[in-house]
T-cell receptor, first 115, second 113 residues
Framework: AQSVTQPDIHITVSEGASLELRCNYS??????LFWYVQSPGQGLQLLLKYFSGDTLVQGIKGFEAEFKRSQSSFNLRKPSVHWSDAAEYFC?????????????FGSGTQLTVLP | ETGVTQSPTHLIKTRGQQVTLRCSSQSGHNTVSWYQQALGQGPQFIFQ???????GRGNFPPRFSGLQFPNYSSELNVNALELDDSALYLCASSFSGPGEKLFFGSGTQLSVL
């Protein structure tokens, strides 16, 4: 069974600082990997996805993520955080042989941005 | 704005009651998935519908059921509500195919008292 671990429940950074959110997954082969962001009272917005090819993926809002097969990781990064980035971030994994719609999510990382 | 709308936005029920949640998919999408998000947790996959047939289900009991209509709108029905059913219920629509992306609605917040 596939699973996702986000080790950091809560991260606080200052505006303008760099950011890295960690994600580790468990899956028997190369999965589809996603990062979503959720603002309070809102649904999930897709930041970026990895299906195959280049292991460094660019997303919206200046985010990027790197797939590292050897470490079963898909960490999310941003070089300079903006106050509007404060939200909850979810990493998710999907099975490429089945349906990309059946996603397994991590428990999320809450990001606080200090002025 | 994803084009996926859910109703109602909030709902309060009592234990043992039944509830129906509704989702209108984004235009052109033929697949809908439902997720349950408990407080402080990530979303959990309930089931998905493709062309009006259920074609995938997570670890949820049969009292969670659904429908997808010819216009690709969808319903989630929960019978015999339990306190633990209190959660945000998210609907996601997509167009079936390689590399498809899910587009999520804002959810229905269900409180069971």
């Amino acid at each position: 069974a596939q699973s996702v671990t986000q080790p950091d429940i809560h991260i606080t950074v200052s505006e303008g600082a760099s950011l890295e959110l960690r994600c580790n997954y468990s899956y028997g082969a190369t999965p589809y990997l996603f990062w979503y962001v959720q603002s309070p009272g809102q649904g999930l917005q897709l930041l970026l996805k990895y299906f195959s090819g280049d292991t460094l993926v660019q997303g919206i809002k200046g985010f990027e993520a790197e797939f590292k097969r050897s470490q079963s990781s898909f960490n999310l990064r941003k070089p300079s955080v903006h106050w509007s980035d404060a939200a909850e971030y979810f990493c998710a994994v999907g099975a490429p042989s089945g349906s990309a719609r059946q996603l397994t999510f991590g428990s999320g990382t809450q990001l606080t941005v200090l002025p | 704005e994803t084009g996926v709308t859910q109703s109602p936005t909030h709902l309060i029920k009592t234990r043992g009651q039944q509830v129906t949640l509704r989702c209108s998919s984004q235009s052109g999408h033929n697949t809908v998935s439902w997720y349950q998000q408990a407080l402080g947790q990530g979303p959990q996959f309930i089931f998905q519908y493709y062309r009006e047939e259920e074609n995938g289900r997570g670890n949820f009991p049969p009292r969670f059921s659904g429908l997808q209509f010819p216009n690709y709108s969808s319903e989630l029905n929960v019978n015999a509500l339990e306190l633990d059913d209190s959660a945000l219920y998210l609907c996601a629509s997509s167009f079936s195919g390689p590399g498809e992306k899910l587009f999520f609605g804002s959810g229905t917040q269900l409180s069971v008292l």
